[in-house]
């Protein structure tokens, strides 16, 4: 099993250029979710996907959109990038019990220049 | 606003003492905690959790203790080896829910 797979893993943009962040899960579970990383911010939730077909907002949404393409995939979507959404960005999934930690892909570090 | 704190961004300890990272939350309503652990270029990865219901909860040379009425979890590594050495975060959630909270991380080093 390769658990959470994102894609690329890195990613150097000029401001203004969109991107798409790419992440599959191979575990069956329903909820996914996009984080960035922040030095001094920790974990930062931007959006989730409850379930095939829903989205929602999570702390920081703003210039992000995201596609819950199939029970598999969930995308991340910059459409025209700026320097402060230079971060890491983590796709992580989990089982439909509350008590069920996160799974974290190995993250995109993204530059906007 | 940052409603889960982790106060120390460092700490450095012997090989075979005790690891004591802690972690600070203004939300009472949280009512789970997780704690992850973060190795370079690679994503967290959980390592034990604890709800509100409980004040201790332990897995091997972890544990975890939670005291409610001052909003502090402590994770105590008991003896700390040179493979603990990574980035520990703390995670708080309200009934389990999708909205987890993260504090920014103490990098523990464990010095052979």
């Known amino acids: 099993n390769a658990g959470v797979t994102q894609t690329p893993k890195f990613q150097v943009l000029k401001t203004g250029q969109s991107m798409t962040l790419q992440c599959a899960q191979d575990m069956n579970h329903n909820s996914m979710y996009w984080y960035r990383q922040d030095p001094g911010m920790g974990l930062r939730l931007i959006y989730y996907s409850a379930s095939e077909g829903t989205t929602d907002k999570g702390e920081v949404p703003n210039g992000y959109n995201v596609s819950r393409l199939n029970k598999r995939e969930f995308s991340l979507r910059l459409e025209s990038a700026a320097p402060s959404q230079t971060s890491v960005y983590f796709c992580a999934s989990r089982r439909d019990r509350v008590d069920s930690p996160l799974h974290f892909g190995n993250g995109t570090r993204l530059t906007v220049t | 606003d940052q409603q889960v704190k982790q106060n120390s961004p460092s700490l450095s300890v012997q090989e075979g003492r005790i690891s004591i990272l802690n972690c600070d939350y203004t939300?009472?309503?949280?009512?789970?905690f997780l704690w992850y652990k973060k190795y370079p270029a690679e994503g967290p990865t959980f390592l034990i959790s604890?709800?509100?219901?409980?004040d201790k909860n332990e897995d091997g040379r972890f544990t975890v203790f939670l005291n409610k009425s001052a909003k502090h979890l402590s994770l105590h590594i008991v003896p700390s080896q040179p493979g603990d050495s990574a980035v520990y975060f703390c995670?708080?959630?309200?009934?389990?829910?999708?909205?987890?909270?993260f504090g920014a991380g103490t990098r523990l080093t464990v010095k052979p």
């Open positions: 939300n009472s309503m949280f009512d789970y």
């Open positions: 604890i709800s509100s219901i409980k």
């Open positions: 995670a708080a959630s309200v009934g389990g829910g999708d909205d987890m909270r």
